[in-house]
């Protein structure tokens, strides 16, 4: 589950989100019965991209976990990935009118997903968060920023570089 939300943080702060925390210690209040969390703050400056970056972050943990155990099958059938791929499809259906026009914008984002995690230094990025969450649970914005910023250069950071690629 480390790499899981692990990969939900990793993804908010590439895209230019401010993880308030992250953690493998979810509220016990839970509906979706997760096993994490991941509470990201996006930017006014960002609103016109935010339904698009959702859509990334949220299926961000369930491709990092199947990078992670290697076992790859369709996100919507798992069901302990329900929470995600229902908060991906919303976003989709705010930007797409058609389900094929929806689904294809989740298979891009998926695959980019896949892409970007499997270059080494994004996934030990993701390594180095999944390690402090099991060290510590929780983790607050500054320590992720820390982090992350160590393995990913700010030039690779952003929705708009890479935007025509989903």
């Known amino acids: 589950m480390a790499y899981h939300e692990a990969g939900h943080a990793v993804m ?3 895209l230019g989100g401010r993880i308030v925390h992250v953690s493998i210690e979810p509220p016990d209040d839970d509906e979706w019965k997760r096993s994490g969390e991941s509470i990201v703050q996006w930017p006014v400056a960002a609103a016109g991209t935010i339904d698009e970056a959702e859509i990334k972050v949220s299926l961000a943990g369930p491709v990092t976990e199947m990078i992670y155990v290697s076992e790859f ?5 798992v069901p302990e990935f329900a929470a995600d791929w229902h908060r991906a499809s919303l976003g989709a259906a705010r930007l797409k009118p058609t389900m094929a026009q929806r689904i294809r914008l989740l298979v891009q984002a998926e695959n980019w997903l896949r892409s970007f995690f499997e270059q080494d230094h994004h996934w030990a ?5 999944a390690d402090e969450l099991l060290a510590h649970e929780t983790i607050e914005h500054e320590r992720l920023a820390e982090i992350v910023s160590f393995w990913i250069h700010p030039g ?4 708009n570089r890479h935007q025509s690629e989903s």
């Open 12 to 14: 908010a702060v590439v």
């Open 73 to 77: 099958q369709a996100i919507a059938s």
């Open 125 to 129: 990025a993701i390594g180095a968060v």
């Open 156 to 159: 690779e950071r952003g929705w």
